[in-house]
């Protein structure tokens, strides 16, 4: 009897101190399966991207062998020069990885909405349409790829309106939306329309924040802050997406934006 008991006192106490395994969680993997994504998708969008990332790296090695030989220092420096080197080229690779991300998305519905998640503090907007257009009532996906659709951000510059889809649609109706928000705001607040496309006088998608901050600041944050609250109050235009349409579907990742 008292064999029994000590022979299974040990196994007891191992299980009682056994580890459990984490279990990896696919949606969210760590930071080396998330840089291989990105270097991936980067390298297949621009193979010329490892290039310079090659390029920076060597740029920055030379220099530091360069300051090395004038110190009489060069161990020392090579070795300080190495990390400098690597992120030489994580910041090459991070400006490649935006261009690429912005390209994988650039045509898509709602890429405009996918981009404003890029922006930064003093800035208010709606990820979603405020507004849609296609020649019809929308039944599907098929009908959103031709739909033209505003998007309403609102900052210090004032109120932002950025159209995408088929040019004439997008055109008029940016400008019945111009009208619905500038009844609200008021004639101190600067209503603007960006047209995001490839076209003659439209702006690329991946310039499309850039051209947002280069607007005057008219109006202070408080202001804006207001002017957004108002406007969220009058609520979207109707007749926009679908049930079951996500128009957000091509959701960029903001790591990748960011390289990490």
């Known amino acids: 009897m008292s064999s029994n008991t000590d022979a299974s006192a ?66 020392y420096v090579m070795i300080l020069g190495v990390p400098l080197a690597v992120l030489a080229a994580l910041a090459v690779l991070a400006r490649k990885a935006e261009r690429a991300a912005f390209a994988q998305i650039e045509g898509q519905p709602g890429a405009v909405g996918a981009v404003l998640g890029s922006l930064r503090r003093g800035w208010f907007y709606d990820q979603e349409p405020v507004a849609a257009e296609a ?30 889809g088929p040019k004439g649609a997008a055109l008029k109706l940016s400008q019945s939306e111009k009208r619905r928000v500038s009844r609200v705001v008021g004639a101190e607040v600067p209503v603007h329309l960006i047209r995001v496309g490839t076209g003659e006088d439209e702006t690329r998608l991946s310039k499309m924040t850039k051209s947002m901050k280069k607007l005057d600041k008219k109006i202070t944050k408080d202001e804006a802050i207001a002017v957004h609250q108002r406007l969220k109050a009058l609520g979207v235009a109707k007749a926009a997406v679908p049930a079951g349409v996500d128009p957000r579907r091509a959701r960029m990742d903001r790591r990748a934006l960011r390289g990490r």
């Open 10 to 75: 040990p196994e007891t106490k191992r299980g009682l101190f056994r580890r459990k395994k984490k279990v990896k969680d696919p949606n969210n993997p760590g930071r080396i399966a998330q840089f291989r994504q990105v270097f991936a998708m980067t390298r297949k969008q621009d193979p010329s991207a490892v290039w310079w990332m090659a390029l920076a790296f060597l740029v920055v090695m030379l220099a530091a062998l360069l300051v090395g030989i004038w110190l009489d220092l060069v161990i």
């Open 135 to 164: 020649g019809g009532k929308m039944r599907g996906m098929r009908d959103l790829h031709n739909a033209a659709m505003i998007y309403r951000a609102v900052g210090r510059p004032g109120v932002v309106l950025i159209s995408e």
